[in-house]
């Protein structure tokens, strides 16, 4: 379930990894991302789970990388709003 600072938590993390100039990652250095800004191991996961329920975070569409992810259109929307 998520708590009531997850969509807050979610949006500093998309402006972050937008700021940082990560707009497109491996999952391990979003995680990274939301480590510095002081989030544990369950908020992160929580996190991604509702970017990505919300259009906010997609996976990366090139090559044979998996665990890539994408900030959408939508989700720099939500970040710039923060």
């Given at each position: 379930?998520?708590?009531q600072n997850t969509p807050a938590?979610?949006?500093?993390l998309l402006k972050a990894l937008i700021d940082r100039g990560n707009p497109i990652a491996p999952e391990n250095r979003i995680n990274q991302v939301a480590a510095e800004?002081?989030?544990d191991e369950g908020e992160i996961r929580t996190d991604l789970k509702?970017?990505?329920a919300q259009g906010w975070?997609?996976?990366a569409k090139f090559g044979h990388t998996k665990g890539w992810l994408s900030?959408?259109?939508?989700?720099?929307?939500?970040?710039e709003s923060q």
């Open positions: 379930m998520a708590s938590d979610a949006k500093r800004m002081g989030l509702y970017a990505k975070l997609e996976n900030i959408t259109p939508g989700g720099r929307a939500a970040a």
